[in-house]
């Protein structure tokens, strides 16, 4: 085919199309606008997730009335003149392509209103062209009304989720905006249902109660580091408050939302050591460095930034994260039914309760017991004596040909995941009422995954109640739950069933194997010997003896062979 130039509306499509990703592409680049434009107050109503309706209102300056139609111009820009602007960005938006590309994508209302302007002006566009315009009366600043978002484009709205996930996209934009800016009132409704509502004074803190709970953000530790070039500030949880997920992770870089592989690395190392594998921290920090020092210009959404050094940016949030976790105090280690003695106690013996002797020499290079699987059959575990318990976190017991360790929780985990889906396949899993009910309150992602997967919830006990603005009262679990965290539990469950890519029996897996891990006995519970014969004797009748849900092993194994070379048998 002959090279040609493309038709100015085919490029405008394209150039939409690289902007406008999804619902969520359009209210962050509208807020972004209303940020720009020093709004105090920003309210986004969305209706079908985004789909049907987005509505952006702002008390920012407004458009004047002689630029209106100049700012669904392509490039139209207030925000820089000149190429060496570009070196200096200082505001969210500058590319002039958002109401651009948003008017290629649908029907588009605007009201503005300047405060030198003695009315509103209103425009209405359709395919990206001013279908009709008119004053009307209106306060400083600006409504941007969005209908039909892909309406013309079937092949782009194929390939969004169900209006839910769509949703929780939008309520997570909101989220991350409303800490990057505490002193801006934000208020998201979606499907005509309030999801939050910021108080706007300038406090992240209570920003952070409003989203993700009072108890959380009354834990959080203060981030505040200044170092030549470069100042880090936010919050951080301590080690003891945790998540299942990185999806608690908010970094920003001169207040612009951003997703950074770097500063997640760089935060995440600092608490090294000092969380369990597989959680994650709750981080909100703020990188503000002279703006020749980042790109910000490197994708369509500004979602991702270039730093001109790196390794000085990583070191920086790395520093404040682990001065402001050196105000937190040492983790108090959870025990079960007797208290821990006053000094560790390494090895309990059965039937005496003393602690054996130091080892002398060094120990064998140990077997996962998954690694004596041969031919890939998973051979069922010979009939095991328990000796005793080691830290307080492993089961010690002797087999026909060796020395099995056994981790207490991941062996737990196994017997309740395989108890769970056998009593979902059969009678239904077993439901525990609570004598009180719990009050939950929950972040406007989590909650819309809970509209999307009560149903499931509801299959496998749980009894979610809605009482207020995120507040839910949890009535029923299931029974395999008794004596977890049942709030950490709920959301950390939610978490895990955010995605809308995984199919049906995976999610039921998913919701078995958040079931397991907050049911099972922890590493630091002490048991009694019945405990410990009782947990493995129905280890022995598990499919999967050898691996806990998430395919860890739960055991090691010494073999005779191996104790009496060290020995030097």
């Given at each position: 085919?002959?090279?040609?130039?493309?038709?100015?509306?085919?490029?405008?499509?394209?150039?939409?199309?690289?902007?406008?990703?999804?619902?969520?592409?359009?209210?962050?680049?509208?807020?972004?606008?209303?940020?720009?434009?020093?709004?105090?107050?920003?309210?986004?109503?969305?209706?079908?997730?985004?789909?049907?309706?987005?509505?952006?209102?702002?008390?920012?300056?407004?458009?004047?009335?002689?630029?209106?139609e100049l700012a669904f111009a392509r490039h139209a820009t207030s925000k820089l003149s000149a190429l060496p602007d570009l070196e200096k960005i200082a505001t969210l938006g500058f590319?002039?392509?958002?109401?651009?590309?948003?008017?290629?994508?649908?029907?588009?209302?605007?009201?503005?209103?300047?405060?030198?302007?003695?009315?509103?002006?209103?425009?209405?566009?359709?395919?990206?062209?001013?279908?009709?315009?008119?004053?009307?009366?209106?306060?400083?600043?600006?409504?941007?009304?969005?209908?039909?978002?892909?309406?013309?484009?079937?092949?782009?709205?194929?390939?969004?989720?169900?209006?839910?996930?769509?949703?929780?996209?939008?309520?997570?934009?909101?989220?991350?905006?409303?800490?990057?800016?505490?002193?801006?009132?934000?208020?998201?409704?979606?499907?005509?249902?309030?999801?939050?509502?910021?108080?706007?004074?300038?406090?992240?803190?209570?920003?952070?109660?409003?989203?993700?709970?009072?108890?959380?953000?009354?834990?959080?530790?203060?981030?505040?580091?200044?170092?030549?070039?470069?100042?880090?500030?936010?919050?951080?949880?301590?080690?003891?408050?945790?998540?299942?997920?990185?999806?608690?992770?908010?970094?920003?870089?001169?207040?612009?939302?951003?997703?950074?592989?770097?500063?997640?690395?760089?935060?995440?190392?600092?608490?090294?050591?000092?969380?369990?594998?597989?959680?994650?921290?709750?981080?909100?920090?703020?990188?503000?460095?002279?703006?020749?020092?980042?790109?910000?210009?490197?994708?369509?959404?500004?979602?991702?930034?270039?730093?001109?050094?790196?390794?000085?940016?990583?070191?920086?949030?790395?520093?404040?994260?682990?001065?402001?976790?050196?105000?937190?105090?040492?983790?108090?280690?959870?025990?079960?039914?007797?208290?821990?003695?006053?000094?560790?106690?390494?090895?309990?013996?059965?039937?005496?309760?003393?602690?054996?002797?130091?080892?002398?020499?060094?120990?064998?290079?140990?077997?996962?017991?998954?690694?004596?699987?041969?031919?890939?059959?998973?051979?069922?575990?010979?009939?095991?004596?328990?000796?005793?318990?080691?830290?307080?976190?492993?089961?010690?017991?002797?087999?026909?040909?060796?020395?099995?360790?056994?981790?207490?929780?991941?062996?737990?985990?196994?017997?309740?995941?395989?108890?769970?889906?056998?009593?979902?396949?059969?009678?239904?899993?077993?439901?525990?009422?609570?004598?009180?009910?719990?009050?939950?309150?929950?972040?406007?992602?989590?909650?819309?995954?809970?509209?999307?997967?009560?149903?499931?919830?509801?299959?496998?006990?749980?009894?979610?109640?809605?009482?207020?603005?995120?507040?839910?009262?949890?009535?029923?679990?299931?029974?395999?739950?008794?004596?977890?965290?049942?709030?950490?539990?709920?959301?950390?469950?939610?978490?895990?069933?955010?995605?809308?890519?995984?199919?049906?029996?995976?999610?039921?897996?998913?919701?078995?194997?958040?079931?397991?891990?907050?049911?099972?006995?922890?590493?630091?519970?002490?048991?009694?010997?019945?405990?410990?014969?009782?947990?493995?004797?129905?280890?022995?009748?598990?499919?999967?003896?050898?691996?806990?849900?998430?395919?860890?092993?739960?055991?090691?194994?010494?073999?005779?062979?191996?104790?009496?070379?060290?020995?030097?048998?």
């Amino acid at each position: 085919m002959p090279i040609k130039i493309l038709d100015p509306q085919v490029v405008s499509k394209i150039a939409a199309g690289e902007v406008v990703e999804r619902p969520a592409s359009v209210v962050k680049e509208l807020v972004e606008n209303a940020l720009d434009a020093g709004a105090s107050q920003i309210t986004v109503e969305a209706q079908g997730g985004g789909i049907s309706l987005i509505k952006v209102s702002d008390n920012g300056s407004g458009i004047p009335a002689g630029e209106v139609e100049l700012a669904f111009a392509r490039h139209a820009t207030s925000k820089l003149s000149a190429l060496p602007d570009l070196e200096k960005i200082a505001t969210l938006g500058f590319r002039g392509e958002a109401l651009p590309s948003i008017a290629a994508m649908a029907d588009v209302e605007l009201l503005t209103r300047a405060a030198d302007d003695a009315a509103a002006s209103y425009i209405r566009l359709a395919n990206g062209r001013a279908t009709h315009r008119e004053k009307r009366s209106r306060p400083r600043g600006t409504t941007v009304t969005v209908h039909h978002l892909f309406r013309h484009f079937p092949a782009r709205l194929k390939f969004l989720k169900s209006p839910t996930t769509e949703n929780s996209h939008i309520a997570n934009l909101l989220t991350q905006y409303a800490l990057a800016f505490p002193e801006v009132k934000f208020s998201l409704s979606l499907d005509g249902r309030l999801t939050l509502r910021t108080p706007g004074n300038g406090n992240l803190r209570d920003a952070v109660a409003e989203i993700y709970g009072l108890e959380a953000a009354q834990q959080m530790l203060e981030v505040n580091s200044t170092e030549p070039g470069y100042t880090v500030t936010g919050l951080v949880s301590p080690p003891s408050l945790s998540r299942s997920s990185r999806n608690y992770l908010s970094f920003f870089v001169n207040r612009r939302w951003v997703r950074s592989s770097l500063l997640s690395r760089s935060a995440e190392d600092a608490y090294q050591g000092l969380l369990m594998s597989g959680k994650h921290p709750l981080v909100m920090v703020n990188v503000a460095l002279p703006p020749q020092e980042v790109d910000v210009n490197v994708h369509p959404t500004k979602t991702e930034v270039k730093f001109r050094n790196n390794q000085t940016v990583y070191a920086a949030v790395a520093r404040a994260v682990k001065t402001a976790l050196q105000q937190s105090p040492p983790p108090r280690v959870k025990t079960g039914k007797a208290a821990a003695p006053p000094a560790p106690r390494l090895f309990t013996a059965v039937p005496e309760d003393k602690p054996a002797p130091p080892p002398t020499t060094s120990y064998p290079t140990p077997q996962s017991a998954a690694s004596v699987v041969k031919n890939g059959d998973v051979p069922a575990l010979p009939v095991l004596r328990v000796l005793g318990q080691m830290a307080a976190s492993y089961i010690l017991a002797e087999g026909p040909e060796g020395l099995y360790l056994i981790d207490q929780h991941a062996a737990h985990e196994r017997i309740i995941f395989d108890k769970v889906l056998a009593q979902r396949a059969q009678q239904g899993v077993e439901v525990q009422g609570l004598l009180e009910p719990l009050n939950i309150e929950l972040s406007p992602g989590q909650e819309q995954t809970l509209n999307s997967r009560n149903e499931l919830l509801r299959q496998f006990g749980f009894n979610l109640e809605h009482f207020g603005d995120r507040s839910y009262l949890l009535r029923a679990v299931p029974a395999v739950m008794a004596g977890a965290n049942l709030a950490e539990a709920v959301r950390a469950l939610l978490d895990s069933l955010a995605s809308d890519d995984e199919p049906a029996t995976k999610r039921e897996e998913t919701v078995a194997q958040s079931l397991a891990c907050h049911g099972a006995v922890k590493a630091g519970q002490q048991l009694t010997f019945e405990e410990m014969r009782s947990l493995i004797r129905q280890l022995e009748e598990t499919a999967s003896p050898r691996t806990c849900p998430h395919g860890r092993p739960t055991m090691i194994y010494l073999s005779s062979r191996q104790l009496a070379r060290e020995f030097g048998r």
